[in-house]
């Protein structure tokens, strides 16, 4: 019923840029909290980004901090991740998450993936 589909990955250079999208859907879902996270090879699981259905209220890792900036259209149920100065060691396959709680860190929801390679 409910679904998350990511766009926007690829293979980039050092330094370049990269912006992801995930939209949403589903009957009567509406997403309280949107994040993304990411997966390198040999590498377990970790958190990127996060954003409350507001826009105003959002959170980083230190790893990313300053280089990449999440949003969201809540119009469209669509929220994005730009991704700026990137470093080889970004590479990795991004998802998407998605709750429905306004107030509970909790993701009900998971994409399939975007992979994101960036040489040196």
């Known amino acids: 019923q409910v679904q998350l589909m990511e766009s926007g990955g690829g293979l980039v250079q050092a330094g370049g840029s990269l912006r992801l999208s995930c939209a949403a859907s589903g009957r009567t879902f509406s997403s309280g909290l949107m994040g993304w996270f990411r997966q390198a090879p040999g590498k377990e699981r970790e958190f990127v980004a996060r954003?409350?259905?507001?826009?105003?209220?959002?959170f980083y890792s230190d790893s990313v901090k300053g280089r990449f900036t999440i949003s969201r259209d809540n119009v469209k149920n669509t929220v994005y991740l730009q991704m700026n100065s990137l470093k080889p060691e970004d590479t990795a396959v991004y998802y998407c998450?998605?709750?429905?709680?306004?107030?509970?860190?909790?993701?009900?929801?998971w994409g399939q993936g975007t992979q994101v390679t960036v040489s040196s």
């Open positions: 954003i409350w259905r507001s826009g105003g209220s959002t």
């Open positions: 998450a998605a709750g429905s709680s306004m107030v509970i860190i909790r993701y009900d929801y």
